[in-house]
C-alpha cells in the first residue's frame, strides 16, 4: 500500500480519527490531572469530528451521491461548537474544584463514591 | 356616506363608548385620581361623547328621512272590521299619515353559526331607535352629571348611618365612587344595546345585562339589608318575566328559525327575512298572517300523515304547500303566534315593572337617587314598552288586548297606592309603574305612537323628578315627605324645576292649544282610548277608558300631593328644615336642562311637519298603522288606526276631558295639602279600611308571600327533611359499611401485599448495596468503563453478525 | 504561476514546478514581512524620537539613520542567547517561532492586489482572524517556559485579553463582510473598485461607525499599547519577553510587527477599499488585465502601493497611540472590551443588518436613487 | 512512478503524521503545559486534514473556536492551576498498563472497522477529478444554518427543499445554549471570597 500514490479516502481519515480518539481515551483514563482529562476529551471529540468530515467530503469519495455531503461538515461545526462550551463548562468546574479543594487531582473528586 | 352606513357607525360608536368606559373604571377606576374621581369624568365623557353621536345620528336621520306626510292607506280595518268601525273609518279618514320609512337592517358581526341559528351582532335602526338613542343617552348624560354632586360623598371615607357595624356605631366603609360610575357605564351601554340590537337574542342579552346592572345599582348600599333584599328581589322577580320571555324567543325561534328583526342582506342578491316580515310579508300587504313554517310547525300531525300516504317526497311537499293556506285558516299556528307574543310581553311585564311583576320597582328606589332615575325611571323600566313597540308587529290582537287590560290594571294600581304613600321616592316609583301602565295600556290598544310618544316625554319629565327628588333628600337627609314641607324658599330652583316636572307628568296645558309634554301624550293615549271605545263593539273597551280616565285625575292628585307637602306648607320638622339647603349648580343644572325638554319635547317645530310624533310615526311597523279588528280567537277585538284619534269627534272630547280630570285632581290635592281646606288625617280616618288597603300596597307583597314565597319554604322544608331523613341515612349507612370494608382491606394488605412489596424492597436494597462497589466516585474508572463496555458491545455485535447473519448477506456492494 | 512554470518543464516534472511556485510565494511573502519589520522598526524610532521632541536615530546609514534597523538586527544576532534555569527549555525555545509562524501565516490569506494572493481562499477573512489568534499561543507557552513570575502573568494577561477581543474583533469583521456579502479578500477588496465613495467604511453609517470598534480591538489583538499590558514594562519588566535575549527576543518582534502589519492591512482591505485607491487611477489609465497582461501586472504593482501606503498608514497610527497614549490597567482594558465595544459591535451589526435590508445598495447608492 | 506522487496524499502524510504524534505525545507527556502545546499541535493538525478534506469553513472553525478559543482558555486553566505538585502528576504504572490495553484492544476494534468497508478506500479518482469538485462551503454551509439546503436541489419532498430540511432548530439551540453555558460558566468560575471561618461559605453573593 503506497499511500504516496494512491489517493486518499474515507478510510485514512477514519485511521487518523481513530488514532485521535484513542489517545483521547487513553488521556482520560490515565491522566490524573482534571486538565488533563479535558484534553483527552477534546481528543475524542476531534477524532470524531475528523470521521464526521470525511464522511462528508466530495473530495475524498468518488460516488458523491452517497456522501454525508455538507451534513456531515455541519455535524462537525456543531461538535466544534459544542465542544467550546464544554470546555467552557468543564473548565469552570475544574477551576471551582480547584478553589475549594486546592488540587486537581481527579482521583480526589470521589466524594460521589458509592 | 350613505345613511345605511353612517347610522350603523355612529350608533355602534355610541353604544360601545361606554363599554370602553366600563372596561377602564374597571381596571383603572381606584387609581383614577382622588377617591376614583376620573371614573366620573371617564364615565361622563364616554356618555357625553354617545350623547353627540346620537344627536348627530339624529340629525343624519331627519336630514335623510325629511318627514313626508300621505293620504292613508286603506288598510285592513277598513275591509275586516264590521259594525260601528266601519262607520269611523269611512267617516273620520281625512288626516294625513307619516309616511313610513324603511329600516337599517344588518349585522355588524357574526358571533357563531349552529345550523340555522346564526347569533349576530346586528342592528335595527329605525327613527324609534335613533329617538330613543337620544333620549336614553340625553337624561343618561344629564344623570351622569348631576351625580357627580349627588354621589360626592363616596369619594371619601363614607359613614352610612343606616347600617350598624360591628362595634355599635354606624358603619365606616371606603366610598365606592369609581364603582358607581362603572355601573352606569355598564348599564348605558347594556340599555343602548337593548336599542339598537338587531335581533331577539341580542335584545335578550342585553334585556339581562340591564337587569344584572340593576342589580348592582339597587344593591349599591350593600351594607343595608333592605337595598340587597330589594336587589334580590328585582332581580328574582325579573327572572319570572324573563322565563316567559325565553318561552316566547323558544317559540318564535322553534317556528320560524330566526330572530332577527328585519330584513338582513346577508350577500348581494340574498336576502334572509326577519321576523317582522315573516309574520307580516310584503306579498300578504303587511297583514298579520302565521307564517308557512309556523303552520307547519303546528300541523306537525296532518304534515307526518301526508308523509306516510304520499310515495314521493316530492309529492308530499307540494301536496303539503297546497294545504298550508287550509290550515291557517283552520287556525293551526296562530296560538303559537299568540304564545310567542305572550311570552314576550311576559318579559317586558317584569321589566316595567306591570301587574303583576310590579312589586319590585318601588322597592328599588333603596339605590342612590340617580340609579332610581336612570333606571327606574327614565330607561330600563322603558325597555319594557320599547320592546313592546318593537316587537308590535308580531302582537295579535288577542294579546294587544292582553296588553291594555294588564297597561289598565297596572295604571289603576299603581297610581292608587301612590296617593297614600309617603316615602317621595316611593310615590315617584308608583307614579312611575302607573305612567308605564298608561305606555302599556295605549301601545295595547293600537295607540303605537301615543304609548311610545309618551314613553320619551316621561323618560325626560320622570327623571326630572326623580333628581328632583334626590335633590331633597340629598339637601333633608329624609325620604318622609312627612317631615319636610315649606323647602320652596330654600331651595327654589329644584321646587320650580319640580313643579314643571308636575305639571308635564298631570297634562297641563291649554287644551287644543298648546301644553307641557305631557299633556299631549297623555292626550293622546285617552283619545286613543276613546277611539277604541267608540270602534270596539265591547264593553271591555268602556271600562277601559273610564279606568285610564280617572286614573289620570289620580296621577295629578298625586303628583301635586307631593309637591305641596315637600314644598309649601309649614316646615314639620325643624331640624330637617335648617339643615336644607339647595343642591349645588352640577345638580341644578340637569335639572333645569331636563324640565326644559320636559315642557317642550311635544311641541311640534313652527312651520313643518317636524315632531316627535311625526318622526316616532316614521317607525311605525308596516301594516299596523291602519290598526286591527277582530281576533281569531276573540272576534271582538279592535285596535282602531291611531290617525283616526286625531280626528276632533275623538281628539276633543278626550282632549278636554283629560283637562278636565287632571285639573280635577289638582283642585282636590290644592284643597287637601295646599290651602288645607280638607284636612287628609279625617278622610284617612273616614276611610280607614281603604287607606289600609293602599297604605299596604293592596297587599299584593303580602298575597305573593303567601302564595309563592312560603309555600316554596314549606315545601323546601320538606324536601330538607327528606334529604336529612332519607338521603343521609342512606348515605352515612354506606359509609359504615364501607368503613368494615376498609378494615378488612386494611388486615389484607398489611399481611399480604406489605410483606411481598417489603420483601422485594430489602432486594432491592441488597442489590443495591452489591452495585454501590462499582461507584468507586473515580473518573478515570468511569471512562475506562465505558471504554471497556464499547469495545465489548462492538465485538459481541460482530459476533453476532458473523454467526447470525452472515448467511442472509453482506454488507456493501 | 504554477502553470506558467509547467510550460517550461517536461510532464513529469510538473511537481517540480509547484514545488518551486509555492517556494517563490513563501519568498516573496517572507522578504515583504521582513521589509516590513525592518521598516518598521525605523519608523517607530523615528515617530517616537519625534513625538517627544527628539530626533530619533540619525547616524547609521545617512541622514535619517535609515540602517538602523539593519544594525540592530545585527546587534541582536550577535547577542548571547540565554535560557533560564528554571525554564522549560523545549517550549522556550520553540514560543518565539510558534508566534512568528502564526503572524506570517497570516500573509498567505492576504491578497496584496487584485488577485495578487498566495493562497486565494474562499473564507480568507475567516482565516486571517483565526491565525492571527494563535499567536497568543506562542506568547502563553513564552510566558510559562520562562519560569518566571513576570513573564506567567505576562502571558495570563495576553491570554485574558486576546480570547476577550477576538469576539468584537470577530463582529466588526462580519459586518463588512455582510455588507459585501463574501468572506473572499479578494471579492470584498474588488467591490470596492471605483472611487473612495464605493469604500465600505462610506457604505451606510454603521459601517462608518464599525470602524473605529475595529480599529479599538485591533489595536488591543495586536497588543500595542495602550492594550500593551503583556509587556508592561513599568510592572512586569518586560513581561513574557523578559527571559528572551538576543535573535529569539528579535524573533518577538518581528512577529508583533508582521501581525500589526497585517492587521493594519485587513483593516484597509475589509474598510478602505484595498489595493483600490481613492480614485480609481489604475482603470482610468486602462492598467486592466483587460487590455494587456503587462497593464494587469502594472495595475497589481499600483495596487500593492495604495495597499502598503495603507497599511503603513495604520502602523503609523497604531505608533502614535504608543507614544501619545499611557496604558491601561487590566480591568480597564477588560471592560473597554466587554462593556463597550461587545455591545457597540453588536448593535452596530444589528443597524448594518437593517441597513442592507432596507436600503441594499448602500449610502452612495440611496443618495443617488434619492437624486434619480 | 515519481510522476504519479499524490500532493494531496503527501500532504495528508504530513498532516496525519503530525496530528496522530501529537497525539501520542499528548498521552505520553506528563508535564501538563507540554500536553496543552501538543493538544495544538494535534489540532492544527487536525485543521489542515479539514482543508484537505474541502472543508475549508470547518478547517477555519477549528483554528479559530478550538485552536483559538477552547485551547487558550485550556491553557489559561492549566496556568491558573499551576502548581508544581499539579503540573507533573504521575499514573500509577498499572494503571498506565489498564489503560494501555483498552486502548490497544478499542483502536484494533476501530482500525478493523475503518478497513472493513472497501469503498471507504477511496481509490480511482483522479487528482482533475477532485480539483473539479472543489467548491467553495462558506455559502452552503451558511445558508443550511439558515434553514435553507442548496446543496441538495434533487430532494424529493418540496416542503424539505423550501428549506425545512436546514439546520435552523439545530442553530437556534446551539446558540442559546452557548449563551447559557458561558454564563454559567462565567458563573461557575468567578472569584469568590474565601470564608475565613471554619464555617461553610455563605450563600453566593449576587453578582452585581
Given at each position: 500500500m503506497n499511500l504516496l500514490t494512491q489517493p486518499v479516502g474515507p478510510m485514512h481519515y477514519l485511521l487518523v480519527g481513530a488514532v485521535l480518539f484513542v489517545c483521547g481515551v487513553i488521556c482520560m483514563t490515565a491522566k490524573r490531572n482534571a486538565l488533563g482529562v479535558l484534553m483527552g476529551i477534546e481528543l475524542v471529540l476531534n477524532g470524531a469530528t475528523l470521521n464526521f468530515v470525511a464522511f462528508g467530503s466530495r473530495f475524498l469519495r468518488g460516488d458523491s451521491a452517497s456522501s454525508l455531503g455538507l451534513d456531515g461538515q455541519l455535524m462537525a461545526l456543531f461538535v466544534i461548537v459544542l465542544a467550546a462550551a464544554e470546555a467552557a463548562v468543564a473548565l469552570a468546574i475544574a477551576l471551582n474544584f480547584y478553589h475549594t479543594h486546592a488540587t486537581i487531582d481527579v482521583d480526589d473528586a470521589s466524594e460521589l463514591k458509592g | 356616506m350613505t345613511l345605511d352606513r353612517l347610522l350603523p357607525l355612529l350608533l355602534g360608536l355610541a353604544w360601545l363608548l361606554p363599554l370602553a368606559s366600563f372596561a377602564a373604571i374597571v381596571f383603572f377606576g381606584p387609581r383614577m385620581g382622588k377617591g376614583g374621581k376620573g371614573a366620573g369624568y371617564v364615565a361622563t365623557a364616554a356618555i357625553g361623547l354617545a350623547m353627540v353621536l346620537s344627536l348627530v345620528a339624529l340629525g343624519g336621520w331627519l336630514l335623510g328621512n325629511p318627514v313626508t306626510l300621505i293620504e292613508p292607506t286603506a288598510g285592513p280595518a277598513e275591509e275586516h272590521a264590521e259594525g260601528p268601525a266601519e262607520g269611523h273609518a269611512e267617516g273620520l279618514a281625512a288626516g294625513k299619515v307619516v309616511e313610513i320609512v324603511r329600516p337599517i337592517a344588518g349585522n355588524w358581526y357574526t358571533l357563531a353559526e349552529f345550523g340555522s341559528l346564526r347569533l349576530t351582532i346586528g342592528y335595527y335602526i329605525d327613527a324609534l331607535t335613533v329617538v330613543m338613542f337620544a333620549m336614553v343617552t340625553l337624561v343618561a348624560f344629564c344623570i351622569h352629571v348631576y351625580s357627580f354632586g349627588y354621589m360626592h360623598e363616596e369619594l371619601d371615607e363614607v359613614t352610612d348611618p343606616m347600617v350598624t357595624a360591628d362595634d355599635g356605631g354606624p358603619l365606616r366603609r371606603p366610598g365606592r365612587f369609581h364603582r358607581f360610575f362603572q355601573y352606569l357605564s355598564l348599564f348605558c351601554f347594556s340599555m343602548l344595546g337593548l336599542v339598537v340590537a338587531g335581533n331577539l337574542a341580542m335584545v335578550f342579552v342585553f334585556w339581562e345585562l340591564v337587569g344584572i346592572c340593576s342589580y348592582f345599582l339597587i344593591g349599591f348600599y350593600h351594607e343595608r339589608s333592605t337595598a340587597t333584599n330589594a336587589a334580590n328581589k328585582a332581580f328574582i322577580v325579573n327572572r319570572v318575566g324573563d322565563f316567559g320571555m325565553l318561552v316566547g324567543l323558544m317559540a318564535l325561534w322553534g317556528a320560524l328559525g330566526t330572530l332577527a328583526f328585519g330584513n338582513v342582506r346577508e350577500a348581494p342578491g340574498r336576502v334572509s327575512r326577519g321576523v317582522f316580515r315573516l309574520v307580516r310579508s310584503a306579498e300578504n300587504d303587511y297583514r298579520l298572517t302565521v307564517p308557512d313554517r309556523m303552520v307547519r310547525q303546528a300541523a306537525r300531525a296532518e304534515v307526518e300523515k301526508i308523509y306516510r300516504t304520499a310515495p314521493t317526497r316530492r309529492d308530499a311537499e307540494e301536496q303539503i304547500a297546497g294545504k298550508i293556506p287550509e290550515w291557517r285558516d283552520e287556525g293551526y299556528g296562530y296560538?303559537?303566534?299568540?304564545?310567542?307574543?305572550?311570552?314576550?310581553?311576559?318579559?317586558?311585564?317584569?321589566?316595567?315593572?306591570?301587574?303583576?311583576?310590579?312589586?319590585?320597582?318601588?322597592?328599588?328606589?333603596?339605590?342612590?337617587?340617580?340609579?332610581?332615575?336612570?333606571?327606574?325611571?327614565?330607561?330600563?323600566?322603558?325597555?319594557?314598552?320599547?320592546?313592546?313597540?318593537?316587537?308590535?308587529?308580531?302582537?295579535?290582537?288577542?294579546?294587544?288586548?292582553?296588553?291594555?287590560?294588564?297597561?289598565?290594571?297596572?295604571?289603576?294600581?299603581?297610581?292608587?297606592?301612590?296617593?297614600?304613600?309617603?316615602?317621595?321616592?316611593?310615590?315617584?316609583?308608583?307614579?312611575?309603574?302607573?305612567?308605564?301602565?298608561?305606555?302599556?295600556?295605549?301601545?295595547?290598544?293600537?295607540?303605537?305612537?301615543?304609548?311610545?310618544?309618551?314613553?320619551?316625554?316621561?323618560?325626560?319629565?320622570?327623571?326630572?323628578?326623580?333628581?328632583?327628588?334626590?335633590?331633597?333628600?340629598?339637601?333633608?337627609?329624609?325620604?318622609?315627605?312627612?317631615?319636610?314641607?315649606?323647602?320652596?324658599?330654600?331651595?327654589?330652583?329644584?321646587?320650580?324645576?319640580?313643579?314643571?316636572?308636575?305639571?308635564?307628568?298631570?297634562?297641563?296645558?291649554?287644551?287644543?292649544?298648546?301644553?307641557?309634554?305631557?299633556?299631549?301624550?297623555?292626550?293622546?293615549?285617552?283619545?286613543?282610548?276613546?277611539?277604541?271605545?267608540?270602534?270596539?263593539?265591547?264593553?271591555?273597551?268602556?271600562?277601559?277608558?273610564?279606568?285610564?280616565?280617572?286614573?289620570?285625575?289620580?296621577?295629578?292628585?298625586?303628583?301635586?300631593?307631593?309637591?305641596?307637602?315637600?314644598?309649601?306648607?309649614?316646615?314639620?320638622?325643624?331640624?330637617?328644615?335648617?339643615?336644607?339647603?339647595?343642591?349645588?349648580?352640577?345638580?341644578?343644572?340637569?335639572?333645569?336642562?331636563?324640565?326644559?325638554?320636559?315642557?317642550?319635547?311635544?311641541?311640534?317645530?313652527?312651520?313643518?311637519?317636524?315632531?316627535?310624533?311625526?318622526?316616532?310615526?316614521?317607525?311605525?311597523?308596516?301594516?299596523?298603522?291602519?290598526?286591527?279588528?277582530?281576533?281569531?280567537?276573540?272576534?271582538?277585538?279592535?285596535?282602531?288606526?291611531?290617525?283616526?284619534?286625531?280626528?276632533?269627534?275623538?281628539?276633543?272630547?278626550?282632549?278636554?276631558?283629560?283637562?278636565?280630570?287632571?285639573?280635577?285632581?289638582?283642585?282636590?290635592?290644592?284643597?287637601?295639602?295646599?290651602?288645607?281646606?280638607?284636612?287628609?288625617?279625617?278622610?284617612?280616618?273616614?276611610?280607614?279600611?281603604?287607606?289600609?288597603?293602599?297604605?299596604?300596597?293592596?297587599?299584593?307583597?303580602?298575597?305573593?308571600?303567601?302564595?309563592?314565597?312560603?309555600?316554596?319554604?314549606?315545601?323546601?322544608?320538606?324536601?330538607?327533611?327528606?334529604?336529612?331523613?332519607?338521603?343521609?341515612?342512606?348515605?352515612?349507612?354506606?359509609?359504615?359499611?364501607?368503613?368494615?370494608?376498609?378494615?378488612?382491606?386494611?388486615?389484607?394488605?398489611?399481611?399480604?401485599?406489605?410483606?411481598?412489596?417489603?420483601?422485594?424492597?430489602?432486594?432491592?436494597?441488597?442489590?443495591?448495596?452489591?452495585?454501590?462497589?462499582?461507584?468507586?466516585?473515580?473518573?478515570?474508572?468511569?471512562?475506562?468503563?465505558?471504554?471497556?463496555?464499547?469495545?465489548?458491545?462492538?465485538?459481541?455485535?460482530?459476533?453476532?453478525?458473523?454467526?447470525?447473519?452472515?448467511?442472509?448477506?453482506?454488507?456493501?456492494? | 504561476m504554477a502553470e506558467y512554470l509547467k510550460t517550461f518543464l517536461p510532464e513529469s516534472y510538473a511537481w517540480l514546478a509547484y514545488t518551486a511556485a509555492a517556494a517563490v510565494h513563501v519568498a516573496l511573502l517572507f522578504v515583504l514581512a521582513m521589509m516590513i519589520v525592518a521598516v518598521s522598526n525605523w519608523a517607530e524610532r523615528k515617530i517616537a524620537g519625534r513625538l517627544q521632541d527628539r530626533l530619533g536615530p540619525t547616524r547609521v546609514g545617512g541622514r535619517f539613520g535609515w540602517l538602523q534597523?539593519?544594525?540592530?538586527?545585527?546587534?541582536?544576532?550577535?547577542?548571547?542567547?540565554?535560557?533560564?534555569?528554571?525554564?522549560?527549555?523545549?517550549?522556550?525555545?520553540?514560543?518565539?517561532?510558534?508566534?512568528?509562524?502564526?503572524?506570517?501565516?497570516?500573509?498567505?490569506?492576504?491578497?496584496?492586489?487584485?488577485?495578487?494572493?498566495?493562497?486565494?481562499?474562499?473564507?480568507?477573512?475567516?482565516?486571517?482572524?483565526?491565525?492571527?489568534?494563535?499567536?497568543?499561543?506562542?506568547?502563553?507557552?513564552?510566558?510559562?517556559?520562562?519560569?518566571?513570575?513576570?513573564?506567567?502573568?505576562?502571558?495570563?494577561?495576553?491570554?485574558?485579553?486576546?480570547?476577550?477581543?477576538?469576539?468584537?474583533?470577530?463582529?466588526?469583521?462580519?459586518?463588512?463582510?455582510?455588507?459585501?456579502?463574501?468572506?473572499?479578500?479578494?471579492?470584498?477588496?474588488?467591490?470596492?473598485?471605483?472611487?473612495?465613495?464605493?469604500?465600505?467604511?462610506?457604505?451606510?453609517?454603521?459601517?462608518?461607525?464599525?470602524?473605529?470598534?475595529?480599529?479599538?480591538?485591533?489595536?488591543?489583538?495586536?497588543?500595542r499599547a495602550p492594550f500593551d499590558l503583556a509587556e508592561a514594562e513599568s510592572e512586569l519588566v518586560a513581561g513574557f519577553m523578559t527571559e528572551y535575549s538576543g535573535f529569539r527576543w528579535s524573533v518577538f518582534f518581528m512577529a508583533e510587527y508582521a501581525s500589526m502589519f497585517a492587521v493594519s492591512v485587513l483593516g484597509a482591505i475589509l474598510f478602505f477599499g484595498g489595493w483600490n485607491g481613492p480614485l480609481p487611477v489604475a482603470s482610468l489609465l486602462g492598467l486592466t488585465c483587460e487590455n494587456h497582461p503587462l497593464a494587469g501586472y502594472l495595475g497589481g504593482l499600483l495596487g500593492l502601493c495604495n495597499l502598503l501606503v495603507k497599511g503603513y498608514l495604520g502602523i503609523i497610527f497604531m505608533m502614535w497611540l504608543r507614544w501619545t497614549l499611557p496604558r491601561l490597567r487590566i480591568d480597564q482594558v477588560m471592560t473597554v472590551c466587554l462593556k463597550y465595544c461587545i455591545p457597540l459591535a453588536a448593535a452596530m451589526l444589528l443597524g448594518a443588518m437593517l441597513w442592507c435590508y432596507a436600503l441594499p445598495g448602500g449610502l452612495w447608492a440611496a443618495v443617488e436613487n434619492f437624486g434619480g | 512512478m515519481s510522476v504519479a506522487i499524490q500532493w494531496h496524499s503527501l500532504f495528508f502524510l504530513l498532516m496525519a503524521l503530525a496530528a496522530c504524534g501529537a497525539a501520542l505525545a499528548v498521552v505520553l507527556s506528563a508535564n501538563v503545559v507540554r500536553m496543552a502545546f501538543w493538544l495544538v499541535v494535534s489540532l492544527g493538525a487536525v485543521a489542515g486534514l479539514f482543508f484537505l478534506a474541502g472543508a475549508d469553513l470547518v478547517g477555519t472553525l477549528q483554528l479559530m473556536v478550538y485552536v483559538g478559543g477552547t485551547l487558550v482558555l485550556l491553557v489559561f486553566g492549566v496556568m491558573l492551576t499551576a502548581r508544581q505538585p499539579f503540573v507533573d502528576m504521575r499514573t500509577a504504572p498499572t494503571q498506565w498498563l489498564v489503560a494501555a490495553l483498552v486502548g490497544a484492544s478499542l483502536l484494533a476494534v476501530l482500525w478493523q472497522a475503518a478497513l472493513s468497508v472497501d469503498r471507504w478506500a477511496g481509490r480511482g479518482q483522479t487528482l482533475a477529478d477532485r480539483q473539479a469538485q472543489a467548491e467553495p462551503t462558506a455559502a452552503p454551509l451558511g445558508l443550511a444554518l439558515v434553514g435553507v439546503r442548496v446543496d441538495k436541489p434533487d430532494q424529493a419532498d418540496p416542503r424539505l427543499r423550501d428549506g425545512m430540511a436546514g439546520y435552523l432548530l439545530p442553530f437556534e439551540v446551539i446558540s442559546v445554549h452557548l449563551v447559557v453555558v458561558l454564563i454559567g460558566a462565567a458563573h461557575l468560575a468567578r472569584a469568590k471570597r474565601r470564608p475565613t471561618s471554619p464555617e461553610p461559605p455563605q450563600t453566593p453573593r449576587t453578582p452585581e
Open positions: - | 296560538w303559537l303566534l299568540v304564545i310567542a307574543g305572550l311570552g314576550i310581553f311576559c318579559g317586558c311585564v317584569g321589566k316595567s315593572a306591570q301587574f303583576p311583576l310590579h312589586v319590585w320597582l318601588p322597592d328599588a328606589m333603596e339605590g342612590p337617587t340617580p340609579v332610581s332615575a336612570l333606571i327606574h325611571a327614565a330607561t330600563m323600566v322603558a325597555a319594557g314598552v320599547y320592546l313592546v313597540g318593537r316587537f308590535y308587529p308580531v302582537f295579535t290582537p288577542e294579546v294587544l288586548l292582553v296588553i291594555a287590560v294588564v297597561g289598565c290594571v297596572t295604571l289603576f294600581i299603581a297610581a292608587t297606592i301612590a296617593l297614600v304613600a309617603t316615602d317621595i321616592k316611593r310615590v315617584l316609583a308608583y307614579s312611575t309603574v302607573s305612567q308605564l301602565g298608561y305606555m302599556m295600556f295605549a301601545l295595547g290598544l293600537g295607540g303605537w305612537r301615543a304609548g311610545l310618544f309618551h314613553l320619551v316625554n316621561h323618560a325626560f319629565f320622570k327623571a326630572l323628578l326623580f333628581l328632583g327628588s334626590g335633590s331633597v333628600i340629598h339637601a333633608t337627609g329624609t325620604n318622609e315627605m312627612p317631615r319636610m314641607g315649606g323647602l320652596l324658599k330654600k331651595m327654589p330652583w329644584t321646587a320650580y324645576t319640580m313643579l314643571a316636572g308636575c305639571l308635564a307628568i298631570s297634562g297641563a296645558g291649554v287644551p287644543l292649544v298648546i301644553g307641557l309634554s305631557g299633556y299631549y301624550s297623555k292626550d293622546a293615549i285617552l283619545a286613543q282610548a276613546l277611539s277604541a271605545w267608540r270602534a270596539g263593539s265591547s264593553p271591555v273597551y268602556a271600562v277601559l277608558c273610564v279606568v285610564a280616565m280617572g286614573a289620570a285625575a289620580l296621577t295629578a292628585f298625586y303628583m301635586f300631593r307631593l309637591w305641596y307637602l315637600t314644598f309649601l306648607g309649614r316646615p314639620r320638622d325643624h331640624h330637617v328644615f335648617e339643615h336644607a339647603h339647595e343642591s349645588p349648580k352640577v345638580m341644578v343644572a340637569p335639572l333645569v336642562v331636563l324640565a326644559v325638554f320636559s315642557v317642550i319635547s311635544g311641541w311640534p317645530v313652527l312651520l313643518t311637519n317636524l315632531s316627535l310624533t311625526n318622526v316616532l310615526d316614521q317607525a311605525r311597523p308596516k301594516g299596523t298603522e291602519a290598526g286591527s279588528a277582530g281576533g281569531v280567537l276573540i272576534p271582538w277585538l279592535t285596535a282602531p288606526a291611531e290617525h283616526l284619534a286625531e280626528d276632533h269627534a275623538i281628539h276633543v272630547p278626550a282632549s278636554l276631558l283629560a283637562f278636565a280630570l287632571a285639573l280635577a285632581g289638582f283642585l282636590v290635592a290644592t284643597a287637601f295639602y295646599g290651602v288645607r281646606r280638607i284636612d287628609p288625617d279625617r278622610v284617612r280616618r273616614a276611610c280607614a279600611p281603604v287607606y289600609r288597603f293602599l297604605r299596604n300596597k293592596w297587599w299584593f307583597d303580602e298575597l305573593y308571600g303567601a302564595v309563592f314565597v312560603r309555600p316554596a319554604m314549606r315545601i323546601s322544608g320538606w324536601i330538607a327533611a327528606v334529604d336529612r331523613e332519607g338521603i343521609d341515612r342512606f348515605v352515612d349507612g354506606l359509609a359504615g359499611l364501607c368503613r368494615r370494608v376498609s378494615v378488612l382491606d386494611d388486615w389484607i394488605d398489611r399481611t399480604f401485599v406489605d410483606r411481598t412489596v417489603d420483601r422485594i424492597a430489602q432486594g432491592v436494597h441488597a442489590a443495591g448495596l452489591w452495585l454501590r462497589t462499582f461507584q468507586t466516585g473515580r473518573l478515570r474508572s468511569y471512562v475506562l468503563l465505558v471504554a471497556v463496555g464499547t469495545v465489548g458491545g462492538f465485538i459481541i455485535v460482530s459476533v453476532y453478525w458473523q454467526f447470525v447473519l452472515a448467511g442472509h448477506g453482506r454488507m456493501g456492494p | 534597523s539593519v544594525a540592530d538586527g545585527l546587534k541582536l544576532l550577535t547577542k548571547e542567547d540565554l535560557v533560564p534555569a528554571g525554564a522549560d527549555r523545549f517550549l522556550f525555545r520553540l514560543a518565539p517561532y510558534l508566534c512568528f509562524c502564526a503572524s506570517f501565516s497570516v500573509y498567505l490569506a492576504l491578497p496584496m492586489a487584485s488577485g495578487w494572493v498566495a493562497q486565494p481562499m474562499n473564507v480568507a477573512v475567516f482565516f486571517v482572524l483565526a491565525v492571527a489568534g494563535l499567536e497568543v499561543l506562542g506568547v502563553i507557552l513564552a510566558g510559562y517556559a520562562s519560569g518566571s513570575k513576570w513573564s506567567l502573568f505576562g502571558g495570563m494577561r495576553e491570554a485574558a485579553q486576546v480570547v476577550s477581543y477576538e469576539v468584537p474583533l470577530a463582529l466588526c469583521a462580519a459586518i463588512p463582510v455582510m455588507v459585501a456579502g463574501t468572506m473572499d479578500l479578494v471579492e470584498i477588496g474588488n467591490r470596492q473598485a471605483g472611487g473612495f465613495w464605493q469604500w465600505q467604511i462610506f457604505h451606510d453609517p454603521f459601517t462608518f461607525l464599525t470602524f473605529f470598534v475595529f480599529l479599538t480591538c485591533a489595536v488591543a489583538s495586536v497588543n | -
